[in-house]
């Protein structure tokens, strides 16, 4: 899978300032093609100046489904007051040529990415698409066709942590565990955080002991049900085993009996997992079910 082929390569053509003078064609008529974000802006704006790398980022990453078009709320006066913008930063979307969305404000990562798939629709980014494509690839045993597909994700989106776990899991897959711990060393620790990315470096780890064994743990919880931490580990090497309801069952446990451990972490990462599967994935309706009744 080559991931959309006829997306725009350069930078340039995703991301560009914009004026009144060329704002039909950047703006009206480009999307007609593909969604168009319109970024209002204003010199000295300090919440512009948050959002305007995130947000290009965002775009970069998105394969060439969605552009981003940045204007000068000042300069182009007449067009900010067609479109009734009140302040700045103020985003639109631009969808055959004309407005369909917006939003005010510097929001953060999680939720522009929310916004942007919301524009994209059901079908998701090309990104969203190949993630999908090498996990379905993985999960049938075809290790070395996802790594390729996951190597290729990551050459549009080098911090795509879902990919960058993929590209770790394919390693153990294929047997090659120094390569896949070589790369979880190399991993930013912001990154080593992510619940992709943890799965992974436990699943490695347990990985070099031989097959995935996960006795050492079990045998630390034997002698001291209330190790929350060997629990944890369990619970996230089984996730990443990809045994989901196991892993998740094990985080529960942690809440039942301490959910203030380490600062909440087992219910946090529970939710992680739970927006990393899916929301209306049968396993994860089934456990929140379970944490709803633990929790209140």
């Excluded at 991993?187 to 996960?214: R, V, W």
């Excluded at 599967?277 to 209140?296: A, E, M, N, S, W």
């Amino acid at each position: 899978m080559i991931i959309d082929p006829n997306a725009p390569q350069g930078a340039a053509d995703l991301i560009k300032d914009t004026t009144t003078e060329t704002f039909m064609e950047d703006v009206v008529e480009a999307s007609n093609e593909v969604p168009v974000l319109v970024d209002f802006w204003g010199p000295g704006c300090k919440p512009c100046e948050t959002l305007k790398p995130i947000l290009e980022n965002l775009v970069r990453t998105m394969g060439g489904a969605i552009k981003l078009v940045k204007i000068n709320a000042q300069e182009a006066y007449q067009i900010a007051r067609q479109l009734q913008v009140q302040s700045v930063p103020t985003v639109f979307c631009f969808k055959n040529g004309q407005p369909v969305d917006a939003f005010q404000g510097a929001l953060p990562e999680s939720e522009l990415r929310k916004f942007i798939n919301k524009q994209l629709g059901d079908a998701g980014s090309p990104i969203d698409q190949a993630l999908a494509q090498a996990k379905e690839l993985l999960d049938a045993g075809d290790a070395a066709n996802a790594q390729g597909l996951y190597m290729q994700i990551l050459e549009h989106d080098r911090s795509n942590p879902e990919a960058c776990a993929g590209v770790m899991r394919s390693h153990v897959a294929l047997g090659n565990i120094d390569g896949a711990k070589e790369i979880a060393d190399n991993l930013p620790q912001e990154l080593k955080s992510n619940e992709h990315i943890a799965s992974a470096i436990a699943m490695i780890e347990l990985a070099g002991q031989g097959d995935l064994d996960t006795s050492e743990l079990e045998a630390k919880l034997a002698a001291d049900p209330n190790d929350h931490q060997a629990r944890f580990d369990l619970g996230m090497a089984l996730y990443g085993a990809g045994k989901s309801e196991e892993g998740l069952m094990q985080l529960l446990e942690i809440v039942k009996k301490d959910r203030t451990w380490n600062d909440d972490a087992a219910r946090l990462q529970m939710l992680k997992i739970f927006e990393a599967i899916g929301l209306t994935d049968p396993v994860v309706i089934q456990v929140r079910k379970k944490l709803t009744t633990v929790l209140f």
